[in-house]
């Protein structure tokens, strides 16, 4: 708002003002774009050469899709739909805090640093704390970015759901947990490279500790979902020139 009403002479305002370089969120935007005129795949517009699209950015594919009868402004439409995916984030975080604080005071407080205070940086402002200087590390960039927001809201919730797997011993949460870390990885694929040694290990400790198995049975499930995933959308992609 303050960048939309104090535009320099001679300059004009692109829709947004980020705290690093533009380019991302015109990519999100041009994304929104594409999806509008072309459909889910998302090309590479920074190549003459023609090519398939691949099924990535599946927000701003779905925006772009759904703005064929919305007719919204694309830079509108992403800062309306990053509103709405930072309350669903925010939702978890107070989730994910409920489920580790039962005092209602600790719960509240835990809540509000990690939401709004960006970590614990600030209580170690002589350093130059990594909670400050990485966006990726705190909720800055999930709370200006639709698939970040999203991305994170499935890690919470994918990892709170394996914390009720172990209190309850219901496989149903263990299901979701598997579900919800799915869906990051479609988002993220990269993140498979921190589920499966993460939960492999979440895994022995809790045979050793607790002499529970079926938690094992976790990776092969997220692998499976991942590898039909990886073989329909990405495939593609990274034979593509």
């Not at 090519?51 to 925006?63: C, K, S, T, V, W």
């Not at 350093?127 to 709370?143: E, H, I, K, P, Q």
């Not at 593609?236 to 020139?241: A, G, K, M, V, W």
Request: glycine share 6%; net charge positive.
């Amino acid at each position: 708002l303050y960048h939309y009403l104090n535009q320099p002479k001679d300059y004009w305002f692109v829709g947004h003002a980020e705290w690093f370089d533009q380019k991302d969120v015109n990519t999100y935007i041009s994304h929104i774009r594409t999806a509008q005129d072309g459909g889910l795949l998302i090309k590479n517009r920074y190549t003459l050469e023609e090519h398939p699209g691949a099924f990535i950015f599946q927000p701003y594919a779905l925006l772009g899709i759904a703005n064929r009868i919305l007719r919204l402004n694309p830079v509108f439409l992403f800062h309306f739909s990053t509103i709405i995916t930072s309350s669903l984030l925010i939702m978890s975080c107070y989730f994910l805090s409920k489920l580790f604080f039962q005092d209602r005071l600790l719960r509240i407080s835990s809540f509000i640093t990690s939401v709004l205070g960006g970590g614990l940086g600030w209580l170690f402002f002589k350093y130059n704390s990594l909670d400050l200087s990485g966006a990726g590390f705190t909720l800055v960039n999930a709370l200006e970015r639709t698939h970040d927001a999203l991305s994170t809201t499935f890690l919470i919730l994918s990892v709170s759901m394996a914390v009720i797997f172990i209190r309850k011993n219901s496989l149903r949460y263990m299901f979701l947990s598997v579900i919800f870390a799915f869906l990051q990885t479609v988002l993220h694929p990269p993140f498979m490279l921190l589920y499966i040694p993460a939960f492999l290990l979440f895994a022995i400790l809790l045979h050793v500790k607790e002499g529970i198995k079926i938690f094992y049975t976790f990776i092969p499930a997220l692998l499976a979902l991942f590898g039909i995933y990886y073989l329909l959308f990405l495939n593609d992609l990274l034979n593509n020139p």
